[in-house]
């Protein structure tokens, strides 16, 4: 009998490979052996309910302390790339990946991506236009500054968090005290210390999102979003968020304005996430990430534009040749709707049911369960605390806006 030898894979290291991690580990499973990297225990990848851990052949967790070994461990595995899995992976991935080959994002320059206010800073050196702020653990350090802004309205949130996690638009002293209060002190989502907050003035306008890919700092844009919000108790809850032709005026504006941002910043390597308000002088930075988006979808993305952001990562990483093949700018094919789910009342979360009622409506794609199924569900405040969100599309976009609305009235009574 002969022996066949195994074939032996390239390694992918993925750090903090949960939530939308889960969907960049599914697309390099078929065609590579995964590792896997915790950035710190409050993680807590393997009870989170996004992590295919049957996925990876190596499980590591960092600790500063070992921080030569686990190096050494991590290189023995000669990896293809380092990617970031989550918002809480980029500053790990960046030093791990400069440390096997530097040619990716540079480490020294991580804070301009993950620090809300130096990323503001930055692009604004690049001459761009940025919102004024500032930040400080004393809430009467941020009073004083509102009241010296004059404007009517601000947004106080942590430095380096994301999603929507203690994001508080105030319009008076009291409120900022009372959100400083709420954010300094604490762990963040990105399981950091709150040592400060910052501030910076509301910005008036339409919200947008920029997805990107860049290799040796070529920028694709994959894909962008109009988002709609629901102003609740001074938090902005995500309703729902349409794709948008990239050939339209003002999308053409705000791709121009990130592909800067992205330069800014020192994106140079793999997936950008970028948020900003056009406004009626133009687009506004909110925040950018290195990372992929928290609502990426390759099967109902895939359907309205043909690619996505995760497809352009492996090709970044992996095969540098089809990703320069890949056109500058996506077309879209199909409109297409990325719903939020909302809940309201503290009850078992059953994906069943509500896969069941999904499956029912027209146009309905593809649908992305973020509350662990049986899981009591709490009201949603934030991003976080979002139990589901899912894709719609139609021949056009009255069909979808139907859709939602009939969607939204279930809800009202099952969640």
């Given amino acids: 009998m002969l022996n066949k030898s195994k074939v032996v894979r390239p390694v992918i290291v993925i750090v903090d490979a949960v939530s939308s991690g889960a969907l960049l580990t599914e697309e390099m499973a078929p065609d590579f052996d995964l590792v896997h990297v915790e950035s710190d225990a409050s993680v ?24 030569k070994t686990l190096l050494h461990e991590i290189a023995r595995h ?6 970031p899995g989550n918002e809480s992976a980029v500053m790990l991935a960046d030093k791990l990946a400069w440390h096997i080959e530097p040619d990716g994002n540079n480490p020294d320059t991580t804070s301009l991506r993950r620090d809300k206010y130096l990323m503001n800073e930055a692009v604004g050196r690049a001459g761009l236009k940025v919102t004024p702020q500032t930040f400080s653990h004393d809430p009467e350090v941020l009073k004083k500054w509102f009241r010296q802004l004059g404007k009517p309205k601000v947004v106080v949130k942590p430095l380096d968090s994301a999603g929507s996690d203690d994001v508080y638009i105030c319009t008076n002293e009291k409120q900022i005290e009372t959100a400083v209060l709420a954010i300094t002190g604490k762990q963040n989502s ?10 910076q003035q509301f910005i008036d306008g339409t919200e947008y999102v920029v ?11 994959t894909d962008v979003w109009r988002v709609s919000k629901r102003l609740t108790d001074g938090r902005n809850l995500y309703d729902y968020d349409d794709l948008c032709n990239p050939v339209d005026a003002e999308v053409h504006q705000c791709i121009a304005y990130t592909l800067r941002v992205l330069d800014a910043t020192g994106i140079v390597k793999g997936a950008g996430h970028t948020e900003l308000i056009l406004t009626s002088e133009g687009p506004v930075l909110l925040e950018v990430a290195a990372r992929a988006s928290g609502a990426a979808n390759p099967k109902a993305i895939r359907h309205a534009t043909g690619s996505d952001q995760l497809e352009l990562m492996k090709y970044a990483y992996t095969c540098p040749e089809t990703f320069h093949q890949v056109v500058a700018l996506y077309h879209l094919e199909l409109p297409l709707r990325c719903v939020h789910a909302i809940a309201s009342k503290a009850e078992p979360f059953s994906h069943a049911a509500l896969l069941a009622f999904l499956e029912k409506l027209p146009g309905f794609v593809s649908v992305i369960m973020k509350a662990a199924d049986g899981g ?3 009201p949603t405040t934030d991003v976080s605390s979002c139990p589901a969100a899912f894709f719609l599309t139609g021949q056009t976009d009255q069909e979808i806006a139907l859709t939602y609305f009939q969607y939204r009235q279930w809800e009202a009574e099952h969640l």
Avoid at 78 to 83: D, E, G, K, N, R
């Fill in 44 to 67: 807590h990848a393997l009870s989170h309910p996004r992590f295919h851990k049957h996925l990876f052949k190596t499980l590591y967790r960092w600790e500063d302390r070992q921080e």
């Fill in 78 to 83: 000669s990896p293809l790339a380092i990617i």
């Fill in 190 to 199: 990105m399981h950091n210390h709150n040592h400060n907050a910052l501030i």
């Fill in 211 to 221: 997805n990107t890919v860049s290799l040796n700092g070529i920028h694709k844009v």
């Fill in 376 to 378: 009591l569900l709490r």
